[in-house]
Structure formats: structure tokens, C-alpha cells
């Protein structure tokens, strides 16, 4: 079982930053590759950024590519989600995830979620 923990959300204003934690307890949580998603109102589910258990390979989804960067620090049990240029549309809660394969992150189904933090970026 694995128990995930966002914080960091809030109110910015477009062209600002936020940071993202995801606190992880139970199993072994740096044998796990971790993801963000997000879900803005009214719409789907969508891929935001994935990294593998030892934090070498990283992907992204292109409308975060170049601003956002996703990070772990495995003796901490945390992985982190630094948002830069933030945009209007970037507004939606997010969540961390984990599984034991990324590619199982990237198509959408992991099998681990944490309960979400809200992300607002006004105009």
C-alpha cells in the first residue's frame, strides 16, 4: 500500500510559481516511478509530467513542456512539481500518483492517488 500526500497548491497570478509536494509513506516508495495529473473543471483527466524511481527519465505533457519540472527526493519520500509561467489554463486540481511502471503513469491508469491540491492562476 502506498499513501500519497499533496501540498503546495494555492492562488497565483499568471506568470508566477508554484511548487508542488507529494509526501509518500508505505511501501518501498523509491522503487516506484511517480506522476502528476491534473483536472481542470468540466474536463478531463490529462497527463501532466512522470519520472522514474531513480529520478534519471522524466516526461512531460507538451503544454507543461518547458515550464514545469518534476523531481523526487527519494531519502525524503517526496516528489516535487516546480510550475513555472504559470498560465490561466493551467487552473485544476492535481494529483501525484505512483506505480510500478511509468509507462502504466504516462497511459493514464496508475494504480496509486493522493487526494489532490488545488492550483487557481488568475489573469
Do not use: H
Not at 474536463?43 to 523531481?71: H, L, N, P, Q
Not at 527519494?74 to 492535481?94: C, F, G, I
Amino acid at each position: 500500500q502506498v499513501q500519497l500526500v499533496e501540498s503546495g497548491g494555492g492562488l497565483v497570478q499568471a506568470g508566477g510559481s508554484l511548487r508542488l509536494s507529494c509526501a509518500a509513506s508505505g511501501r518501498t516508495f523509491s522503487t516506484y516511478p511517480m506522476g502528476w495529473f491534473r483536472q481542470a473543471p468540466g474536463k478531463e483527466r490529462e497527463f501532466v509530467a512522470a519520472i522514474s524511481w531513480s529520478g534519471g527519465i522524466t516526461y512531460y505533457a507538451d503544454s507543461v513542456k518547458g515550464r514545469f519540472t518534476i523531481s523526487r527526493d527519494n531519502t525524503r519520500s517526496t516528489v516535487y512539481l516546480q510550475m513555472n509561467s504559470l498560465k490561466p489554463e493551467d487552473t485544476a486540481v492535481y494529483y501525484c500518483n505512483a506505480d510500478q511502471a511509468i509507462s502504466t503513469i504516462r497511459a493514464g491508469r496508475p494504480f496509486w492517488w493522493g487526494q489532490g491540491t488545488q492550483v487557481t492562476v488568475s489573469s
